[in-house]
């Protein structure tokens, strides 16, 4: 078999086309004489793609993880979430659309061409998977912002209900500085290292859930276990929420994963519908899993198993088949319970509401796993000379250097902002919850 994978014959197809971000003037000279083509469905699609990712994160992320924490924890939880919105946001807007998309030929980082969105106007276009089809540039950038913006949500259920504020927001604005844009550059970026190396990821397995994952392993060690760990109660102190809010994140899901395809045509339903299977395969595997070992399959399970499989399918959404989506769903929730069940345990580490063992995790069995699935003889979308040893030895190597980059990204900021602040509230102030003692308000009154 072929140890090599023609780069040119899979990227066209399955690679997210925010590597191709360019105004109408940089587009090839035959796609500016036939006219770039602006087409008002795709630019719907995209709208409201953009709006289910941010409807992922409020309320949907917020309420998922609210509800995974005890009562006297579940506003700091709101309030964590709806300020690291705001604050990427604004410092997308800034500078980091330009560190990940500004044009530069750097293989790590997108330059200062575009600080403040210098040249966007709503003239000025983005490139997608078509030749000589665009969206405007505006919509492009939003869409990108709130994946920004969900990537640090995603962390803060390493660490729930010990960390403080004022350290967690300094902490975000440096690790999305650091970490989350390079990345971003290297996987989506045409000039970026991994995209050049030829590693697909279609909607952020590396960029969003491997990223979170190790950034959330690093920050539950550095920040420590919670008080009475293993001795207090700390059930999730409403499933019903938390089923509301795992819910909401299927349904914004869509816009993540078919949204990626940035044209509403075939390629953003194949990304649909492997969005569809691959969360039922991972839902029927966590639960059967729990029936068999602990003679009972929980709601918790089922919202858990719907998460690892909604991350294992982000890489691979837009080039797998519908079946072997299944296939991956039930393979990555599977993995995802030992680390959660078995491993976490073992090793002794408080990942409170399990980020890397289910994003982390997930996300890294996806991101592998997509070099294999992708191939046209399991029913993906990868050309006759696709060979699965080459690309998914591509695949681990663009898994490692996330790993590596955001690992020791994260030990450092981590460490910065505990000598700057320290990391956790003090031991009273966790006792009675940060709610009342952080925020002076409560998310619920007798």
Request: charged share 10%.
């Given at each position: 078999?072929n140890m090599?994978?023609?780069?040119e014959?899979?990227m066209?197809?399955?690679?997210?086309l925010?590597t191709?971000?360019?105004v109408?003037?940089a587009?090839?000279?035959?796609a500016?004489?036939?006219?770039?083509?602006?087409?008002?469905g795709?630019v719907?699609?995209?709208?409201?793609?953009?709006l289910?990712?941010?409807?992922?994160i409020?309320p949907g992320?917020?309420?998922?993880?609210?509800?995974?924490?005890?009562?006297?924890?579940?506003?700091?939880v709101?309030?964590?979430?709806?300020?690291?919105?705001a604050?990427v946001?604004?410092?997308?807007?800034?500078?980091?659309?330009s560190f990940?998309f500004?044009?530069?030929?750097s293989?790590?980082?997108?330059?200062f061409?575009?600080?403040?969105l210098?040249?966007v106007?709503?003239?000025?276009m983005?490139a997608t998977?078509?030749?000589?089809?665009?969206i405007?540039?505006y919509v492009f950038?939003?869409?990108q912002?709130?994946?920004?913006?969900i990537?640090p949500?995603l962390?803060?259920?390493?660490?729930?209900e010990?960390i403080?504020?004022?350290?967690?927001?300094?902490?975000?604005?440096l690790?999305?500085?650091v970490?989350?844009?390079?990345?971003a550059h290297m996987?989506?970026?045409s000039s970026?290292?991994?995209?050049n190396?030829?590693?697909?990821?279609?909607?952020?397995g590396t960029v969003v859930?491997?990223?979170a994952?190790?950034?959330a392993?690093?920050?539950?060690?550095?920040?420590?276990?919670?008080i009475?760990?293993g001795k207090?109660m700390m059930?999730?102190?409403?499933?019903?929420?938390?089923?509301?809010?795992?819910?909401?994140?299927?349904?914004?899901?869509?816009?993540?994963n078919?949204g990626?395809?940035?044209?509403a045509?075939g390629?953003a339903a194949?990304?649909?519908i492997n969005?569809?299977?691959?969360?039922?395969?991972?839902i029927?595997a966590w639960?059967?899993?729990?029936?068999?070992?602990?003679?009972?399959?929980?709601?918790?399970?089922?919202?858990?198993?719907?998460?690892a499989?909604?991350?294992?399918?982000?890489?691979?959404?837009?080039?797998?088949?519908?079946?072997?989506a299944?296939a991956?769903g039930?393979?990555?929730?599977?993995a995802?319970y030992?680390?959660?069940?078995v491993?976490?345990?073992?090793?002794?580490y408080d990942?409170s509401?399990?980020v890397?063992?289910?994003?982390?995790?997930?996300?890294?069995?996806?991101a592998?796993?997509?070099?294999?699935?992708t191939?046209p003889?399991l029913?993906?979308?990868g050309?006759?000379?696709?060979?699965i040893?080459?690309?998914t030895?591509?695949q681990?190597e663009?898994?490692?250097?996330?790993?590596?980059?955001?690992g020791?990204a994260?030990?450092?900021?981590?460490k910065?902002?505990d000598?700057m602040?320290?990391?956790r509230v003090?031991?009273d102030t966790?006792?009675?919850?940060?709610?009342?003692e952080?925020?002076?308000?409560?998310?619920?009154?007798?």
């Open positions: 078999m090599t994978v023609k780069k014959t899979l066209p197809k399955v690679t997210k925010a191709l971000i360019a109408t003037t587009l090839p000279a035959a500016q004489d036939a006219g770039p083509v602006m087409d008002k795709d719907a699609w995209m709208l409201v793609s953009s289910l990712v941010l409807f992922m409020l992320l917020a309420l998922f993880y609210g509800g995974l924490v005890r009562t006297k924890n579940m506003l700091s709101l309030m964590q979430t709806t300020m690291i919105t604050l946001m604004v410092i997308w807007v800034v500078y980091g659309y990940a500004g044009g530069g030929t293989p790590y980082w997108g330059g061409g575009k600080l403040f210098a040249g106007t709503p003239d000025s983005a998977f078509s030749d000589g089809f665009v405007p540039e950038i939003v869409f912002m709130t994946f920004a913006a990537t949500a962390i803060i259920g390493a660490f729930a010990r403080k504020f004022k350290a967690l927001l300094v902490f975000v604005l690790w999305v500085t970490v989350y844009f390079p990345i996987v989506w970026d970026g290292l991994i995209f190396m030829g590693a697909l990821d279609f909607a952020g859930h491997i990223n994952g190790i950034a392993l690093v920050g539950s060690i550095m920040v420590g276990k919670r009475g760990l207090d059930a999730p102190h409403s499933m019903v929420l938390t089923m509301v809010g795992a819910s909401i994140l299927w349904v914004g899901w869509f816009g993540f078919a990626s395809n940035l044209e045509n390629g194949l990304a649909m969005t569809c299977t691959a969360t039922a395969g991972a029927l639960s059967l899993i729990e029936g068999v070992l602990r003679g009972k399959s929980s709601m918790l399970g089922a919202a858990s198993g719907m998460v499989g909604l991350v294992a399918v982000t890489p691979a959404a837009g080039s797998i088949g519908p079946v072997g299944i991956l039930a393979i990555a929730s599977s995802c030992f680390f959660v069940a491993v976490k345990g073992k090793f002794g990942d509401l399990d890397f063992g289910i994003h982390g995790i997930g996300g890294i069995i996806g592998v796993s997509t070099g294999i699935l191939a003889g029913g993906g979308t050309g006759d000379d696709f060979s040893i080459g690309q030895m591509i681990i663009a898994v490692g250097i996330t790993i590596i980059w955001c020791v994260s030990v450092v900021l981590f910065l902002v000598m602040f320290g990391l003090d031991a966790e006792r009675k919850g940060l709610d009342i952080v925020h002076g308000e409560s998310a619920y009154h007798a």
